[in-house]
């Protein structure tokens, strides 16, 4: 079955320390997307991508970083500049034109240590 | 900047009732509006899509209705059972291949 996998399910950052999030599809989806989940809060985009090798910044891309070498492929870097990086994070994919709805992976939750 | 707004924050209701939950956005100039649901600790599934040219989709027990003019979309639930408990999201998207922009959802806990 198609669909977006996202590794691990949950993660410890010590301070000082870079850590990735990775997140798969196999669905020949073109787009792909970074968000970040709060308690209380929706969700906030982080990074897309809508072709292989170009990336554009959500609306809280400080302290993130990403890569798009492959198509099924959308890795997210939160690194030490990210003061408040506790979050759960959502990946998803999408075809471009918008007449079909978008996936979701299962996200993985990020904690401080 | 598109803005999406859902109240209530959070709908508490009895088994078996039926129940409307509200959306409303900023920019009515909307390729699409969709609806999703997402329990505790997991991704988003998505339950229905609209596109800009139409009022409504049905999917079961669920109807979402969408009136671009007014900037307003409903999704109604009928039937309700304790296993609908869940947050909905609904987003809209732009045109240009704009990302999503979602609200903040509807927190719905239907009791037995």
């Known amino acids: 079955d198609g669909g977006i996998t996202q590794s691990p399910k949950y993660l410890f950052r010590k301070e000082g320390q870079n850590v990735t999030l990775s997140c798969e599809q196999n669905l020949n989806h073109d787009a792909m997307y970074w968000y970040r989940q709060d308690p209380g809060q929706g969700l906030r985009l982080i990074y897309y991508s809508q072709i292989v090798n170009d990336f554009q910044k959500g609306d809280i891309a400080e302290g993130y970083s990403v890569s798009r070498e492959k198509k099924e492929s959308f890795p997210l870097t939160v690194t030490s500049a990210q003061k408040n990086p506790t979050a759960f994070y959502l990946c998803?994919?999408?075809?471009?034109?918008?007449?079909?709805?978008?996936?979701f992976g299962d996200g993985t939750r990020l904690s401080i240590l | 900047k598109q803005e999406v707004t859902q109240i209530p924050a959070a709908l508490s209701v009895p088994e078996g009732e039926n129940l409307v939950l509200n959306c409303s956005f900023t920019d009515s100039a909307i390729y699409n509006l969709q609806w999703f649901r997402q329990d505790p600790g997991k991704g988003l599934t998505s339950l229905l899509l609209i596109q800009s040219s139409q009022r409504e989709q049905t999917s079961g027990r669920l109807n979402a209705s969408l009136d671009k003019s007014s900037g307003r979309s409903t999704l109604y639930i009928a039937a309700s059972q304790p296993g609908d408990s869940a947050t909905y999201l609904c987003?809209?998207?732009?045109?240009?291949?704009?990302?999503?922009?979602f609200g903040k959802g509807t927190r719905l806990s239907v009791i037995a």
């Open positions: 998803a994919s999408s075809i471009l034109g918008g007449d079909q709805p978008q996936h």
């Open positions: 987003a809209v998207l732009g045109s240009g291949n704009t990302p999503l922009v």
